[in-house]
């Protein structure tokens, strides 16, 4: 025995770290193997391809919106460098980039929160609705409605940022925002004051949400108050088919 | 295995393991969501994400056009700041900094509503596509949302008097299509709330006004 202690002393606490972590890696291999069996077994011989083309087309998404982040970055780069100073373009280039923040098609970063909403643990009974379990669009919007009215500046969720023409759409019991399928648990993150946790809990609606969500179907709210949150860009169209502006405040172009 | 190639093997498992870890929580997340959906939501879905891939690379067909104007632009030492103006004008017209004209709808809300199901509808319109919203002459824009009683609902702080009209810029068929189909919003909305009638008349033309409050954020700062 004493020579066992020894020796296992001996060990290098790398070798030790690294037996671990093999062995954690070997676990979670299986897991993800052991994982595709019931799940391919669970979907029916319809479902299974159009789960398939919804991660697909996902995917297809992913990669779209960094060429559109990437275009956006491209031009704002030409556009800075290309005009050699002049006082006219520079001012354009400024109120471009503010446009742009203001728009939302610049990732932000600041004070704020995030409430983390996940699906029921309790079963649901025989004589109800499964789907009440489940976390609804409706809940996240109530979420983001609440947080606007607690004072947030900027919002997004599970990556996708809240702008001007976001839409959050319930299909069956997933949630789609801005045209993009997101997984529970829900993350909606906020840009704002210091006081907005405080101002969220005290409102009525976020309180009959609690209640009737939370309390009523088990619906987990969760929340934490890091000392800064960031928020994506929005990486979507901002393409105007059936309209034009109105109006173009722009600067004059004579000195 | 020589002293120093401890550690990195070391390194190299744990990356391993790190990546794992966030495949398996990623991939078992949208797949077991996925799963409970029916054939028809899945349909639904692909339907959804499909248009916004759509819109996508429409997007960014745009842009790359866009960024080869400019580039063009900037080679020939051409100080065209027309492209700048017109993208200037129509990000703020899309962000609700300037008002929008164009086709779409007008939909006309008499009875009282919760503040809930004003934001539903707002949500369903730009789910069809809708460009810009107003309800009662206030652009809707992030933060301004409906809130009180029914009897006195507040649009972004102001008072909203019955009827409330929402106009909204979009393909007017699409849009109007959207909110009174079979089952659609209107009708569940006349049947849960007695005394309320919903009217959407598409219209050639409405005018949506800028947003009167400022966009600008004030405590956050651009990620770099």
């Known amino acids: 025995m004493t020579w066992l202690a020894g020796r296992i002393r001996s060990v290098p606490t790398w070798q030790v770290t690294l037996g671990l972590a093999l062995l954690a890696l070997g676990f979670l291999i299986a897991a993800q193997m052991a994982a595709e069996g019931p799940r391919v077994q669970y979907t029916s011989q319809e479902r299974t391809p159009l789960v398939a083309t919804v991660l697909d087309l996902q995917k297809q998404q992913d990669g779209l919106k960094q060429q559109v982040l990437d275009a956006r970055a491209a031009i704002a780069q030409l556009e800075s460098v290309g005009e050699g100073g002049a006082a006219v373009t520079k001012q354009l280039n400024d109120q471009l980039q503010q446009a742009q923040i203001n728009a939302g098609l610049v990732a932000m970063t600041g004070p704020g929160l995030v409430i983390q909403l996940s699906d029921s643990a309790l ?16 809940d996240v919007l109530t979420v983001v409605d609440q947080l606007w ?45 210091k006081t907005m946790f405080d101002t969220l809990t ?14 009523a179907f088990g619906i987990g709210v969760a929340y934490a108050t890091p000392d800064s949150v960031d928020l994506p860009a929005y ?13 173009t405040p722009l600067p004059s172009t004579g000195p | 295995m020589g002293r120093g190639r401890g550690p990195l093997a070391l390194a190299l498992v744990l990356a391993l393991l790190g990546f794992l870890v966030v495949v398996q929580a990623r991939s078992q997340g949208q797949e077991q969501g996925l799963a409970q959906l029916s054939v028809q939501d899945l349909t639904e879905l692909v339907a959804n994400v499909t248009t916004r891939n759509t819109q996508l690379r429409e997007e960014v067909a745009t842009l790359q056009q866009q960024q080869q104007q400019v580039a063009s632009a900037v080679q020939h030492g051409d100080t065209s700041t027309s492209q700048m103006r017109s993208d200037l004008s129509h990000i703020l017209a899309w962000s609700g900094a300037l008002g929008v004209t164009g086709q779409g709808v007008q939909v006309t809300v008499s009875g009282s509503l919760p503040a809930f199901a004003v934001g539903e509808l707002v949500n369903e319109l730009r789910n069809a596509g809708a460009e810009a919203i107003a309800l009662n002459g206030v652009r809707i824009v992030p933060g301004v949302t409906a809130a009180g009683d029914p009897d006195h609902l507040t649009i972004g702080g102001q008072p909203l008097v019955s009827p409330l009209i929402l106009l909204a810029v979009g393909q007017p068929e699409t849009l109007a299509g959207s909110l009174t189909r079979a089952g659609g919003l209107v009708a569940q909305l006349t049947s849960q709330y007695v005394g309320v009638s919903v009217r959407v008349d598409p219209q050639g033309l409405v005018v949506v006004p800028p947003s009167s409050r400022s966009l600008t954020p004030a405590l956050g700062r651009p990620r770099l």
Do not use: H, K, M
Request: aromatic share 6%; no cysteine; glycine share 14%.
């Open chain 1, 202 to 215: 005290r409102q009525q609606g976020f309180a009959d949400f609690i209640r009737s969500r939370g309390e």
């Open chain 1, 235 to 247: 990486a979507g169209s901002v393409n105007l088919r059936y309209g034009r502006a109105t109006s």
């Open chain 1, 149 to 193: 009215a607690a004072g947030a500046e900027g919002i997004a969720i599970n990556g996708e940022r809240v702008v001007v023409s976001t839409a959050v759409v319930d299909i069956g019991g997933s949630v789609v925002v801005n045209g993009a399928y997101v997984a529970p648990p829900y993350q909606v993150t906020a840009i704002g004051p």
């Open chain 1, 123 to 138: 079963p649901a009974p025989s004589d109800g609705n499964t789907q009440d379990y489940l976390v609804s669009g409706r």
